[in-house]
């Protein structure tokens, strides 16, 4: 049985529906209070890996430990400490927002004196004063917060969010991230699933997942790193550049890759463990000046194409992926 | 945005109880689904009792009676028959006409205007003295299996009376011979007084005269005698009125004999008519006795006389009202658990059982509770809206009721789940409800009785709930009897074996892949 401090941990899981594998060798540990973002196409095996998480599917090779307990055969009481947030939220059109979170507040156990907490919940995914309304009468972001709230209700100490911010607008969107970090803060792991691959920035670790396989792991700026061969800095000069210019960043030890992307800029990937930004001026010597560097916003885009591939929409095994299906976020 | 969590987890997750808080959160989310849902309350329970209402108001009994035209020869005795004896049977017949006309009256019976058409034979008289029964005709075109029936007992019961009528005119023809009977009596006593004083005369000639009027009266006697015992006997007359008949004729035999061997021998006594005196006397005895008969009685000698052990008779409306109620509510609980599963799961809330802490036991509770409650209101106010509004009788212990309610709505919800658990989608799952509702309709005993049926066709009858419900409710409020126990038992079974074998079937849905 593998030892583990972590809060999930996947050790080479492979899950199979009949004769088709549709995740392989996905090797995870989230600490506990930790984001982890799963993020990949439609069909690379996001949603199947996190209902191996929450015990949803047993795994049928390789061992998945959730607060280190097999999921599959938790027991009901401690099944409490999870949270899920399903892909399609459970909700029911002729309740009302009240009710709704009220029904899940029973199902999880949560005591008859919970007034307060479910006000603090609407108020939270500020819904506080439309407790009447019916879901039927709801927005569709109006359901995704509620659908949280629900989620939230018992205090989980894993929460499990499948796709938690599609379909939600920008400002609702950050929202949501501020409040999962918050989470976090407090010592709640947090698996959230996203095709949005900007939201990798949000996260303490993320794993691309292509073709039911975990394409890349790691913290936002290891998968930067990794995407890019270093760090992007984007070198500003006083005059325009030329090839000479080029020739002299790629001699500087700790330089990867340098081409012009302006008259007067060259775009730089730098190994950060060998050389600091600050380092290239001096480096360079009188022939040119550097008015300034800066680092390059990530692509994440790019990133994600980098790392997994630009066949990562192509089909997994048994499992639609479409072309479309690769999230970015708008 | 701010943390609303509390301090602490343990501080808002019940530490006992869990089974009763989850089994409040699916009570108040079904009764507030249904609630909300007014058409739906309406087609499953308003619905339902309207139509048992305009069911029980609109219901006429009469309309069961048959428009009949009797077609026979003109002025013939059939038409004075049939006015007096329409009267009688008008709880099966309504006499429309008596007609010569066999085609007008067909073509009525084909444009519907009528139901039935009698035909007459034209010459009975002439097929009887052949010895044969005379036919009377029944034409009809019901397809109707029981208009059938009853056509066919109707025209029974109709040729029954009409020929008891005609035998009872026959016996009183009898009668009217018997009469004419007491008078030649009568006469032989006046002949007999008078041979006397001729005797006592010493008048030979005129006691002869007398003795030979004598002769021939008392022939006449035995006669008719002999004629009305035979007829009453191939009337088929009571064994009694035959008897009574067999010594009267008897008895004016060996007077008729006596006075003719006195005839013969030409000498007559004192002692002669004394004999002959005591004879005639037994002749009226017996005679008298004949003619007191009632010649109904003589063609009917038996009647019936039905008695009900039940204190009070049932409508038709009252006999259906008790199926009709347990058929509704085996139908609203059933459709209302099986939707509401099969819903669950569309919605995805099975993956929400499966992830989290409830297993399927609390979930089955959790269907059952609301479910019972909500039908036990539905039943209520049904059997509290039959029993003001309709009238319905309610006999019995209220408590039985109560008692057979619950464990039909037990075993309808039962049924319901399980009828979820092999349904693939809210379409599907109508269907099977449905079916559940045909079935308690064909086999559960609503209009057709459980014996009609046979096995293994019957063991259908004994798993479905209303069959049960329906026999507890006519028990309880009709006859005002305690229920049967077996029911309760069946009952009991059929919820234990729906019951336990959706259990298995949730579990496994729940069960981890």
Redesign the interface.
């Known amino acids: 049985m593998m030892e583990t401090n972590a809060a999930i941990s996947f050790d080479g899981v492979g899950k199979r529906f009949d004769d088709t594998w549709v995740l392989r060798d996905i090797d995870l540990d989230v600490p506990p209070g930790t984001i982890i973002g799963m993020i990949g196409p439609s069909g690379s095996g996001k949603t199947t890996t996190v209902r191996l998480a929450n015990g949803y599917y047993r795994a049928d090779e390789g061992e998945v430990r959730l607060l280190g307990t097999d999921p599959a055969t938790m027991p009901t009481a401690q099944r409490r400490s999870i949270g899920y947030l399903p892909q399609h939220p459970v909700l029911f059109d002729e309740l009302s927002l009240w009710e709704n979170l009220n029904f899940h507040a029973s199902m999880n156990g949560v005591a008859f004196s919970r007034r307060r907490r479910l006000r603090e919940l609407l108020e939270l995914v500020e819904l506080d004063g439309q407790e009447k309304k019916l879901v039927s009468e709801s927005s569709g972001g109006m359901r995704r917060r509620l659908a949280l709230a629900a989620t939230l209700v018992h205090a989980p100490r894993v929460l499990m969010l499948d796709e938690p911010t599609a379909g939600i607008d920008p400002i609702l969107r950050r929202r949501f991230w501020d409040h999962f970090r918050q989470l976090r803060d407090d010592g709640t792991t947090l698996v959230i699933t996203t095709q949005y691959v900007t939201e990798a920035a949000h996260c303490d670790v993320v794993a691309m997942l292509a073709h039911g396989q975990t394409a890349a792991v790691g913290s936002p700026a290891e998968l930067r790193r990794q995407a890019y061969g270093g760090l992007e800095l984007d070198v500003r000069f006083e005059q325009p550049v030329d090839d000479s210019v080029v020739g002299l960043l790629l001699a500087i030890d700790g330089v990867k890759r340098a081409e012009p992307s302006d008259v007067d800029v060259v775009r730089v990937a730098i190994d950060p463990d060998v050389l600091e930004a600050s380092d290239i001026a001096p480096r360079l010597g009188d022939e040119f000046t550097v008015a300034g560097t800066a680092e390059v916003a990530t692509d994440w885009d790019d990133v994600f194409i980098e790392l997994v591939g630009a066949d990562a929409s192509d089909d997994v095994e048994g499992d639609a992926v479409t072309a479309d299906a690769v999230g970015v976020a708008p | ?6 301090d602490t ?1 343990r501080s ?4 006992r109880f ?1 089974w009763l ?2 089994l ?3 009570v ?2 079904e009764i ?2 249904i609630a ?2 007014p058409r739906l309350l309406l087609v499953l329970v308003v619905g339902p009792f309207l139509v048992l209402a305009l069911f029980a108001v609109g219901f006429d009994q009469q309309k069961t009676v048959l428009n009949t035209t009797f077609v026979g020869p003109p002025d013939s005795v059939y038409e004075e028959s049939v006015a007096e004896f329409t009267d009688d049977l008008g709880q099966y017949i309504n006499l429309r006409e008596y007609t010569t006309d066999l085609v007008a009256a067909q073509r009525q019976l084909d444009e519907g205007d009528l139901d039935l058409v009698v035909v007459f034979p034209t010459d009975p008289a002439e097929t009887i003295l052949s010895g044969e029964q005379a036919v009377i005709k029944v034409i009809h075109d019901k397809i109707d299996p029981i208009q059938q029936t009853t056509v066919e007992v109707s025209t029974q019961v109709a040729v029954q009376e009409l020929n008891a009528r005609i035998l009872e005119r026959v016996v009183g023809a009898t009668q009217d011979v018997l009469v004419p009977y007491e008078e030649s009596l009568d006469r032989s006593a006046a002949l007999l007084d008078e041979l006397s004083a001729a005797v006592a005369a010493g008048d030979a000639p005129e006691a002869e005269r007398l003795t030979g009027e004598l002769e021939t009266s008392t022939g006449a006697l035995a006669t008719i005698v002999d004629l009305s015992g035979e007829l009453a006997a191939k009337v088929g007359a009571s064994d009694e009125a035959q008897s009574e008949l067999n010594e009267l004729s008897g008895s004016t035999t060996e007077l008729s004999d006596a006075i003719g061997r006195l005839a013969e021998s030409g000498d007559v006594a004192e002692r002669d008519i004394e004999a002959l005196s005591e004879l005639l006397g037994v002749v009226r005895t017996s005679g008298d006795r004949v003619t007191t008969l009632d010649p109904s009685v003589v063609v009917r000698p038996f009647s019936g006389d039905t008695a009900n052990l039940q204190r009070e008779s049932v409508s038709v409306a009252d006999f259906f009202a008790p199926a009709a109620i347990a058929l509704l509510l085996q139908h609203l609980v059933l459709t209302f658990a099986a939707m509401s599963l099969v819903s669950d799961r569309a ?3 099975f ?2 059982f ?6 399927a036991g609390r979930v089955l509770l959790g269907k059952f509770v609301p479910f019972t409650l909500i039908g036990g209101m539905a039943g209520a106010a049904l059997i509290t809206a039959v029993w003001l509004g309709l009238d319905l009788p309610f006999r019995g212990d209220p408590v039985w009721v109560v008692a057979g309610l619950l464990a039909l709505l037990i075993a309808s919800i039962g049924w319901g789940t399980l009828i979820s658990m092999v349904s693939r989608s809210d379409t599907q799952a109508v269907q099977y409800a449905l079916l559940a509702l045909l079935a308690g309709l064909f086999f559960g005993g609503f209009f057709l009785d459980l014996d009609a049926f046979r096995y293994p066709v019957k063991a259908i009858a004994w798993i479905m709930p209303v069959t049960y419900g329906t026999r507890i409710l006519r028990d309880v409020m009709l006859r005002g009897n305690d229920p049967a126990l077996i029911d309760f038992i069946g009952l009991g079974a059929t919820a234990v074996a729906v019951i336990g074998l959706s259990w298995v079937l949730l579990a496994r849905r729940l069960r ?2």
Do not use: C, H, T, Y
Request: no cysteine; glycine share 14%.
């Open positions: 945005m701010r943390d609303p969590r509390p987890r808002i997750l019940a530490p869990g808080v989850q409040s959160g699916f108040r989310k507030f689904e909300r849902q919605r995805g809330l993956e929400m499966r992830v989290g802490p409830i297993g981890v892949e």
